[in-house]
C-alpha cells in the first residue's frame, strides 16, 4: 500500500513574503466567474533553485528536464534531535548516512522537523534555526545527489534578516551544492517527520518556467506499507 505525504508549505500571507491576494472578479461584484490575483516571486515558500540563482552563467530550468529528476529514489537523513542554532557539519552527514554508505541515492532530504517545533510562521523559525556548515555543504556536493532538500534554511546567513554593515552574507552552502554541484536545491520543505521511513519515493514538480533562476514546486512523498 501506497501512503502519500505532502512535503509543501501552503501558499498564503506571510511575514517574509510580500504575497497578497486580491479578486479581481467575484461573484459579490456580480461578476460570472470569480478569480483571484496574487504576486509571487520565484524564491518564495516551497520552490526549486537552479544555478542561476547564484551564478550569472548558471544552469536554468530548461537544462533540467523533468524526466531526468522528478520522480527519484530518496534518502532521509534525520537530524531531528538536532538543538537550535546548531551546525550540520560532513562530520554529522557522514554519520547519518553510515547505514546506507553502500548505496547511493539520487536525492537526500535534510529532516531537523523544524517545523513540529516551532511553526514556520513564526520569526523564531528562521531565527534560531539550524544549519549547514560549509563542509556539510561540500559533502553535499561530494554525494553528488540530483536533489537535495531541507525543511530549515540551509545558510547560516537565510537567518539574518538585518544584517550589519560589512556583515559576510556569503552563502557556502548554496555555492558549494547549487553552483559547483549543479544540484538542485527544494528549500523550505514540511512534514518530513511523517514520511516515517528512511528511505521513499520523491516526486516534485516544479511550475513549468522557462529560463527559471527557480520557482515554487509542489513535492511529495510516496512510502510502500
Same mark, same amino acid.
Given at each position: 500500500? %501506497?501512503?502519500?505525504?505532502?512535503?509543501?508549505l501552503p501558499i498564503e500571507e506571510h511575514w517574509r513574503y510580500g504575497i497578497k491576494f486580491s479578486l479581481v472578479k467575484s461573484h459579490e461584484n456580480?461578476?460570472?466567474?470569480?478569480?483571484t490575483g496574487y504576486n509571487l516571486a520565484s524564491h518564495w515558500f516551497t520552490h526549486i533553485d537552479f544555478p542561476r540563482h547564484f551564478d550569472p552563467q548558471g544552469l536554468t530550468s530548461d537544462a533540467?528536464?523533468?524526466?531526468?529528476?522528478?520522480i527519484t529514489k530518496c534518502l532521509v537523513l534525520d537530524f531531528s534531535d538536532l538543538p537550535d542554532n546548531?551546525?550540520?557539519?560532513?562530520?554529522?552527514?557522514? %554519520?547519518?548516512n553510515e547505514p546506507y554508505k553502500d548505496q547511493h541515492f539520487d536525492s537526500l532530504l535534510l529532516r531537523t522537523d523544524r517545523g513540529k517545533k516551532v511553526s514556520w510562521k513564526e520569526k523564531e523559525f528562521w531565527d534560531n534555526s539550524p544549519w549547514v556548515t560549509e563542509d556539510g555543504g561540500e559533502w553535499i556536493k561530494n554525494y553528488a545527489p540530483k536533489v537535495v532538500g531541507y525543511d530549515f534554511p540551509q545558510d547560516y546567513v537565510i537567518r539574518i534578516?538585518?544584517? %550589519? #554593515?560589512?556583515?559576510?552574507?556569503?552563502?557556502p552552502v548554496h555555492e558549494h551544492v547549487l553552483v559547483e554541484g549543479k544540484i538542485l536545491q527544494i528549500e523550505y520543505m514540511q512534514n518530513l517527520w511523517e514520511i %516515517?521511513? #528512511?528511505?521513499?519515493?520523491?516526486?516534485?514538480? #516544479?511550475?513549468?518556467?522557462?529560463?527559471?533562476?527557480?520557482?515554487?514546486i509542489r513535492v511529495v512523498a510516496v512510502v510502500e506499507e
Open positions: 500500500m %501506497k501512503r502519500i505525504v505532502d512535503l509543501t456580480g461578476d460570472p466567474f470569480q478569480i533540467y528536464p523533468i524526466a531526468d529528476w522528478c546548531t551546525g550540520i557539519t560532513a562530520e554529522m552527514l557522514e %554519520k547519518a534578516r538585518e544584517p %550589519k #554593515p560589512g556583515q559576510d552574507m556569503r552563502q %516515517k521511513s #528512511p528511505v521513499c519515493e520523491l516526486v516534485a514538480l #516544479p511550475l513549468n518556467l522557462q529560463h527559471a533562476d527557480g520557482g515554487q
